[in-house]
């Protein structure tokens, strides 16, 4: 099933338009997003405690995620995104 505007808001914070369609693309699911976003925020630990790169959805997510700039010219994850891999 296809993230929702609402569901994507609600773990990566507003974004525009464009990237929300492109997120929506995908056909990922909340988990997806939410493992996307916990490799945003914190590749090395994850790393580090043992997890393979992110394949697939997840990585395509990353991908997508990674090209949007905010004032310093990266994304700013939701720090709450790692909270909802449950």
Do not use: C
């Amino acid at each position: 099933m296809t993230l929702t505007r609402a569901e994507i808001e609600e773990l990566a914070g507003p974004l525009d338009n464009q990237l929300m369609a492109e997120i929506a693309a995908i056909d990922a699911t909340a988990a997806d997003l939410a493992r996307a976003l916990a490799w945003l925020e914190a590749d090395e630990a994850l790393i580090n405690d043992g997890n393979h790169l992110p394949t697939g959805k997840v990585a395509e997510l990353i991908s997508i995620l990674e090209t949007v700039d905010d004032d310093e010219g990266y994304f700013v994850p939701d720090s709450s995104a790692a909270e909802n891999l449950t």
